[in-house]
Nanobody, 123 residues
Framework: QVQLVESGGGLVQPGGSLRLSCVAS????????MGWYRQAPGKERELVAA???????NYADSAKGRFTFSRDNVKNTMYLQMDSLTPEDTAVYYC?????????????????WGQGTQVTVSS
């Protein structure tokens, strides 16, 4: 099965930057959608940035101009560069990938999530 492992979270001061990484392992054949989501305490999980069908990246209004979603398919890695961070960006950040993968020798649809990485923006 496809597994996603995130890293790069931490504590940063307002105005600072972080880069999150998400490494995928497993027999991925194709990716239909990739995205970064976040969930703040007491709130629902929300989309931060996503690429669907290999087209352009869509960003949440709160992320536009500050966050950049990139990927390296050769390394099976996706990144979220976050600049000009504010306390409102404090949340657990999750990566998500959907597509086709070979699982136990069979081509299957998959929808995998990372374990989450905590981002805390505070002075």
């Amino acid at each position: 099965q496809v597994q996603l492992v995130e890293s790069g979270g931490g504590l940063v001061q307002p105005g600072g930057s972080l880069r999150l990484s998400c490494v995928a392992s497993g027999g991925i054949v194709s990716r239909n959608a990739m995205g970064w989501y976040r969930q703040a305490p007491g709130k629902e999980r929300e989309l931060v940035a996503a690429i669907t069908g290999g087209r352009s990246t869509n960003y949440a209004d709160s992320a536009k101009g500050r966050f950049t979603f990139s990927r390296d398919n050769v390394k099976n890695t996706m990144y979220l560069q976050m600049d000009s961070l504010t306390p409102e960006d404090t949340a657990v950040y999750y990566c998500n990938v959907r597509g086709l993968a070979v699982v136990d020798g069979v081509l299957r649809n998959f929808d995998s999530w990372g374990q989450g990485t905590q981002v805390t923006v505070s002075s």
